[in-house]
T-cell receptor, first 116, second 114 residues
Framework: AQKVTQAQTEISVVEKEDVTLDCVYE???????LFWYKQPPSGELVFLIR??????QNEISGRYSWNFQKSTSSFNFTITASQVVDSAVYFC?????????????FGKGTKLSVKP | DGGITQSPKYLFRKEGQNVTLSCEQN?????MYWYRQDPGQGLRLIYY???????QKGDIAEGYSVSREKKESFPLTVTSAQKNPTAFYLC?????????????FGPGTRLLVL
């Protein structure tokens, strides 16, 4: 079973539309961290946000906002008034203590295409 | 400018050949990581190192080897034992490898088999 599920493989929107990218995670730990990264066509992963399991406050940064709900194990990402430059693959990731296996587990990503 | 550099950007491997991917960071981070990304897939951990002269296998270490002789450098060798090496390889680093830490990524190396 996947520990981080991004059910939307691809999303296509028209510029200025709002779009929400879903992320559902699975963990038995009480202390964990959640991340979102953006991968533009150039390939480099760009860090967007980190959230710890004890802080369920929603966060807003410009056109970006994140909704963390422990009750549904979800950490969704919304882009308001999307722009062509938002076109990228977006990854959600879970960081937990995995012992010797490293700690960051990625979802398979959602490819967002914003058309003019 | 602080950051992570990877070279080369593209690398071609012939059958039976070992190739080495370079990763250097000047962020003074202790922990470094190698991930493999296949089309339509998330990142999978190959190896990681939390300190010089020590490293651990990740989820898909078979066919790969690493060294960590310097804090700044974490080269990855793709050996001939790796039967399906064509992929995008990403190097990352974090302060000391704790679960709360953000990993920062390099620009990646795309490996193709001839």
């Amino acid at each position: 079973a996947q520990k981080v599920t991004q059910a939307q493989t691809e999303i296509s929107v028209v510029e200025k539309e709002d779009v929400t990218l879903d992320c559902v995670y699975e963990t038995r730990d009480t202390t964990y961290y959640l991340f979102w990264y953006k991968q533009p066509p150039s390939g480099e992963l760009v860090f967007l946000i980190r959230r710890n399991s004890f802080d369920e406050q929603n966060e807003i940064s410009g056109r970006y906002s994140w909704n963390f709900q422990k009750s549904t194990s979800s950490f969704n990402f919304t882009i308001t008034a999307s722009q062509v430059v938002d076109s990228a693959v977006y990854f959600c990731a879970l960081s937990e203590d995995r012992g010797s296996q490293g700690n960051l587990i990625f979802g398979k990503g959602t490819k967002l295409s914003v058309k003019p | 400018d602080g950051g992570i550099t990877q070279s080369p950007k593209y690398l071609f491997r012939k059958e039976g050949q070992n190739v080495t991917l370079s990763c250097e960071q000047n962020l003074n981070h202790d922990a470094m990581y190698w991930y493999r990304q296949d089309p339509g897939q998330g990142l999978r951990l190959i190896y990681y190192s939390q300190i010089v002269n020590d490293f651990q296998k990740g989820d898909i270490a078979e066919g790969y080897s690493v060294s960590r002789e310097k804090k700044e450098s974490f080269p990855l060798t793709v050996t001939s034992a790796q039967k399906n090496p064509t992929a995008f390889y990403l190097c990352a680093s974090s302060q000391n490898g704790g679960i709360q830490e953000t990993q920062y990524f390099g620009p990646g190396t795309r490996l193709l088999v001839l």
